[in-house]
């Protein structure tokens, strides 16, 4: 059993920034891939960021610039450094992981319970 436990949302005026966190517990052998979605009301969700096992990085267009994604990779924890934020990032956001419970390379998603992040204008 695998857990995804993000932290950090809130509610931040415009311009401001938050610092989400997600951290990956239980039956982990190896992780390739770490990143944040989000989706806002009525929306289907998107990736915002992902990070791979070499550090390698992906933004969306929307976020380029705005946000950073890093990982601790002794903690099995990855991080999104939001900036500049605008009312168009609310949304709730969540932690995805591609991982694998042991060393016959099979790889599985698990998904966070997802945090809220409002910004107000």
């Avoid at 436990?5 to 239980?26: H, I, K, M, N, W």
């Avoid at 705005?66 to 956001?93: C, E, H, W």
Wanted: net charge positive; aromatic share 10%; charged share 10%.
């Amino acid at each position: 059993q695998v857990q995804l436990v993000e932290s950090g949302g809130g509610l931040v005026q415009a311009g401001g920034s938050l610092t989400l966190s997600c951290a990956a517990s239980g039956n982990i052998f190896s992780i390739k891939t770490m990143s944040w979605y989000r989706q806002a009301p009525g929306g289907q969700r998107e990736l915002v960021a992902l990070i791979n096992n070499t550090g390698s990085t992906n933004y969306a267009d929307s976020v380029t610039g705005r946000f950073t994604i890093s990982r601790d990779s002794a903690k099995n924890t990855v991080y999104l450094q939001m900036k500049g934020l605008k009312p168009g990032d609310t949304a709730i956001y969540y932690c995805h992981a591609v991982l694998a419970y042991n060393s016959d390379s099979r790889w599985y998603q698990w998904w966070g319970q997802g945090t809220q992040v409002t910004v107000s204008s």
